[in-house]
């Protein structure tokens, strides 16, 4: 723990994570691995808190399809920092199969695995395994309900309209009991309500500071409702995370990083938008996505030197009222010089300001 700045006092210590797409950024896609894996080597020396990454299926957004063989190998680089998807989406696995490779994850990493779910929205992604996004949300509470009787009891039987599995047992189990945290990001104040309500820990990535203090204030006061149920999904994480997530680059100079995150910035967002539009997307929101500008007027970057990302970050926490804070330190076409001297001037110079806490 470092020397504190009341910014952030009233929420109590702040944990920093990080959150990546693995977007395709011209390199080698064996390149591109062994990159995020040195990065990860360095975030687990400097005492970040965990790696969320995100699952996308078909397209540049998402050159690592499969997190799990990719968090397996985090396991085996890293000694401290936790892991997890962000998310695992449900009706792309046989729950099966996903229990028993949340289950190595964890043994492999002696308890360090963070789990992510989530229903999966893309059309598009959803399309490649026949799946309507109508049947997406029925899907996701079934599978979810065979993961976590799965990783609690070792046993699963269970018969629902889309799975049905009769008398499996399972040989083995999660190292952390009964299984590892739980997570399930989310902007729609329904959804809030009800991961709060089972103590499930949330980041969110877009949304104005204002909007996500409303946010962020409905789950702690459901929290608070519900500490007295032992029923909850995520009873067993005592302090759950309610983060916010942004890209951030940090660099010598105000100037200088603008001028490397925005040129960087705009190969990222080709990679989204390349998304949304595969999805069908005609609400012009691409248009709004692609404007660094405006995106930084509206508190959705973090952009400068270590003294700028510090006041900004002090305000980011302070009026969302985040436990969490989560940077997309990885980005476009930003080298991999670029990159690490970033979240190396982040680590050294700006988390030393704030009162947090390692894993």
Not at 134 to 159: N, Q, T
Not at 202 to 228: C, F, G, Q
Not at 273 to 283: E, F, K, P, S
Request: hydrophobic share 40%; charged share 20%.
């Amino acid at each position: 723990m470092q020397d504190s700045v009341p910014a952030n006092s009233a929420n109590g210590p702040v944990r920093f994570g990080i959150f990546d797409w693995i977007d395709a950024n011209g390199a080698s896609v064996a390149d591109l691995y062994e990159e995020r894996l040195k990065f990860i080597e360095y975030a687990d020396s400097a005492g970040f808190y965990c790696y969320h990454m995100a699952e996308h299926q078909g397209t540049p957004l998402g050159m690592a399809p499969s997190p799990s063989v990719f968090l397996s190998a985090i396991a085996q680089r890293t000694k401290n920092i936790r892991f997890g998807p962000l998310v695992y989406p449900l009706p792309f696995y046989n729950p099966l199969r996903l229990v028993e490779e949340i289950c190595m994850l964890d043994q492999l990493s002696r308890g360090r695995l963070e789990v992510g779910v989530g229903r999966g929205i893309s059309a598009y992604e959803l399309d490649f395994f026949d799946i309507n996004v109508d049947d997406s949300r029925d899907m996701f509470r079934e599978a979810l309900d065979i993961v976590i009787m799965g990783l609690k009891e070792g046993k699963i039987s269970y018969e629902g309209e889309h799975y049905t599995f009769r008398d499996v047992t399972l040989p083995i189990q999660p190292w952390q009991r009964p299984y590892p945290p739980l997570w399930y990001p989310t902007a729609n104040p329904d959804s809030i309500r009800w991961i709060a309500s089972e103590g499930i820990s949330t980041v969110t990535h877009y949304p104005p500071m204002e909007t996500m203090r409303e946010h962020i204030d409905l789950y702690k006061s459901v929290w608070a409702e519900n500490l007295d149920r032992p029923d909850r999904l995520n009873a067993h994480e005592p302090d759950p995370k309610y983060g916010v997530t942004r890209h951030i680059y940090v660099a010598e100079t105000d100037g200088q990083a603008l001028k490397e995150a925005k040129e960087a910035f705009s190969d990222f967002i080709a990679n989204f938008n390349h998304l949304r539009i595969l999805n069908g997307d005609d609400t012009g929101r691409t248009n709004f996505l692609a404007d660094f500008e405006g995106r930084m007027a509206d508190g959705l970057h973090i952009v400068g030197s270590p003294e700028t990302a510090t006041n900004t970050l002090r305000d980011h926490l302070s009026i969302t009222g985040s436990n969490y804070f989560v940077g997309s330190f990885f980005f476009g076409t930003l080298s991999a010089e670029q990159t690490l001297n970033s979240l190396q001037l982040f680590a050294e110079q700006v988390m030393p300001h704030f009162d947090w806490v390692a894993p």
